[in-house]
């Protein structure tokens, strides 16, 4: 049987030094202790850069597909991050909160999703998870935004499946480190549901 593959993706400039690298990591401890033969790969979107959405789906929906997003002018890291994306089962999202919502170069890299999900729903099925730290507001409003979005490509996410932190330090907060921990486990295990009972859901069936 596969192991599970997970793709952390850490979304803060400060690395390391981040609370939500931090609190990403919590997670992913956890989902370790519950799947100890996972494969997890951690990147920080900061170190692939990439150029903005072009659009083409507005032009001509057929050329918004993986192929034309990945050259010309679009060349670029995309390429790469798309065959992470796409070897992954679960996707963990950590992010500050810049201005109240997402960071420019993670709304980049969700735009840039958008050739897979454009082209036959390559993102259908996989479960992602999302953790937030801000200094004030933005929190909630940059987990409805991502869990929206990442609901629209096809993409899962379990009860509880969100932490975030905002003011204080993962110290500070237990219950930021609680969601933190049972968001990595309920991962692995909506992960196991889906795996043996596979799609039941449907998408663009028509309405009588």
């Given at each position: 049987?596969?192991?599970?593959?997970?793709?952390?993706?850490?979304?803060?400039?400060?690395r390391e030094q981040a609370r939500s690298t931090a609190l990403g990591r919590i997670a992913l401890r956890a989902l370790r202790e519950e799947a100890p033969g996972a494969r997890v790969e951690e990147v920080f979107?900061?170190?692939?850069?990439?150029?903005?959405?072009?659009?083409?789906?507005?032009?001509?929906?057929?050329?918004?597909?993986?192929?034309?997003?990945?050259?010309?002018?679009?060349?670029?890291?995309?390429?790469?991050?798309?065959?992470?994306?796409?070897?992954?089962?679960?996707?963990?999202?950590?992010?500050?909160?810049?201005?109240?919502?997402?960071?420019?170069?993670?709304?980049?890299?969700?735009?840039?999703?958008?050739?897979?999900?454009?082209?036959?729903?390559?993102?259908?099925?996989?479960?992602?998870?999302?953790?937030?730290?801000?200094?004030?507001?933005?929190?909630?409003?940059?987990?409805?935004?991502?869990?929206?979005?990442?609901?629209?490509?096809?993409?899962?996410?379990?009860?509880?499946?969100?932490?975030?932190?905002?003011?204080?330090?993962?110290?500070?907060?237990?219950?930021?480190?609680?969601?933190?921990?049972?968001?990595?486990?309920?991962?692995?295990?909506?992960?196991?549901i889906l795996r043996d009972t596979g799609p039941w859901w449907r998408y663009g069936e028509a309405v009588e």
């Amino acid at each position: 049987m596969t192991a599970l593959s997970v793709l952390a993706l850490f979304a803060s400039p400060r690395r390391e030094q981040a609370r939500s690298t931090a609190l990403g990591r919590i997670a992913l401890r956890a989902l370790r202790e519950e799947a100890p033969g996972a494969r997890v790969e951690e990147v920080f979107l900061i170190d692939h850069p990439i150029r903005p959405c072009m659009g083409y789906y507005s032009e001509d929906p057929a050329s918004c597909n993986p192929r034309q997003c990945t050259t010309g002018v679009l060349d670029d890291a995309m390429k790469g991050l798309h065959q992470k994306v796409l070897f992954a089962d679960i996707l963990l999202f950590a992010t500050p909160v810049f201005w109240y919502g997402l960071p420019g170069h993670l709304k980049t890299f969700l735009d840039r999703l958008t050739s897979l999900e454009n082209t036959g729903k390559l993102l259908d099925g996989k479960l992602a998870g999302v953790v937030v730290s801000a200094r004030e507001g933005g929190a909630i409003p940059v987990i409805q935004h991502l869990f929206l979005v990442l609901n629209d490509m096809g993409i899962w996410v379990p009860p509880y499946g969100f932490s975030y932190v905002v003011e204080r330090s993962i110290e500070e907060d237990l219950w930021a480190r609680r969601y933190a921990e049972q968001l990595g486990r309920n991962l692995v295990r909506a992960w196991r549901i889906l795996r043996d009972t596979g799609p039941w859901w449907r998408y663009g069936e028509a309405v009588e």
